[in-house]
């Protein structure tokens, strides 16, 4: 479960941040989904450790 759980943070997160980093360019992009894939993978972990 925990690796369902960070690997779907990431993925989400990444989503979200290129979506957003778009708006102003492609290195901000790649920056915010970057920064926003490790916040992702935190969120899957401590969701992970709540289901257990």
């Not at 778009?22 to 790649?30: E, H, P, V, W, Y």
């Not at 894939?37 to 969120?43: I, K, Q, T």
């Amino acid at each position: 479960m925990n690796k369902l759980c960070t690997f779907g943070g990431a993925t989400l997160g990444s989503y979200a941040g290129w979506l957003l980093g778009m708006r102003f360019g492609l290195g901000t992009a790649i920056v915010l989904s970057g920064v926003a894939s490790l916040a992702g993978v935190y969120a899957g972990w401590k969701l992970a450790q709540r289901l257990r």
